[in-house]
């Protein structure tokens, strides 16, 4: 009461000020006046904004292993309509868990398997894992495949590299392991196999897409300074969305086939046949 008349306004004003700056700041805090459709969260330099953007405008994943393979179509055995009712019983499928799967399953019989759960392609030429009836002792795949006698070899080796073993490496080991074989039998035709794509879940995440991819397009360069011929599976197993395989081909972890997957590989072999005349002695 004893302040004078401007005293009494410029305090009046003070808390006008103080009242104001406090309403702003519990606004801010509480996003009151956000609108939901243009909110946004800054994380580091990016900006992730929902609700406020086209469908268009988000980039869409471009498998660039399947637009490489394009310029290996000189070795890439294309799509054909081969007519040969026995060309699955004179192929002999060699690998790793799901080439054993192939007759461990029954979609083809075991006298054309050779196959070893966890098998990676440096242990080939060395692990004595194939039985055969009447024999004491188990042989190499590739001692195996000269007592056998296959007209061709369909070999698919590399999952259980990926993740561990650098791409020069894994091409040095495969290229031995072919030398091998070819000393073992030297009359069969070799044909080389994809590495199977894997599930975006899988019980191992250290088997990366861009591992196999790597692998695959140094496979066949491989074939190319061989002059032997590669199985493209990829392109029907991978979904070109993301670059996995596609879900109804692989079971719950990530890594092995499904029976549908086991089925489609098989039929994928038959529409891409690859012939040529029999060295083997009579």
Not at 218 to 246: D, H, Q, S, V, W
Request: include cysteine; charge should be negative; aromatic fraction near 10%.
């Amino acid at each position: 009461s004893k302040l004078d008349s401007r005293t009494k306004i410029q305090i009046g004003l003070i808390v006008i000020l103080i009242i104001l700056v406090l309403f702003l700041a519990i606004t801010a805090i509480m996003g009151i006046g956000k609108k939901p459709d243009s909110s946004s969260e800054i994380t580091g330099s990016q900006s992730v904004v929902s609700g406020s953007y086209e469908q268009s405008s988000v980039k869409k994943y471009e498998d660039e292993y399947l637009k490489l393979i394009k310029e290996y179509d000189d070795v890439v055995i294309a799509e054909n309509d081969i007519e040969d009712k026995n060309y699955l019983r004179e192929t002999l499928f060699v690998g790793d868990s799901n080439t054993e799967a192939l007759a461990a399953y029954k979609h083809i019989s075991l006298q054309c398997v050779l196959g070893l759960t966890g098998m990676p392609i440096q242990q080939v030429p060395t692990n004595k894992c194939i039985w055969f009836a009447g024999y004491s002792e188990p042989v190499t795949m590739p001692q195996a495949i000269g007592m056998l006698k296959p007209r061709r070899i369909i070999i698919n080796f590399g999952t259980n590299n990926a993740g561990g073993t650098e791409t020069e490496d894994f091409i040095k080991y495969y290229n031995s392991v072919l030398n091998t074989i070819e000393k073992a039998y030297p009359y069969a035709d070799i044909i080389v196999s994809a590495v199977l794509p894997v599930g975006e879940k899988r019980s191992y995440p250290s088997i990366t897409r861009e591992d196999i991819d790597d692998f695959n397009l140094a496979l066949a360069e491989m074939c190319r300074e061989r002059e032997i011929k590669f199985l493209n599976t990829a392109e029907m197993f991978k979904n070109p969305e993301n670059g996995y395989i596609k879900d109804k081909y692989i079971s719950k972890d990530g890594i092995h086939l499904t029976g549908d997957g086991y089925r489609a590989f098989l039929e994928y072999v038959e529409t891409h046949k690859h012939i040529v005349p029999d060295k083997r002695p009579a």
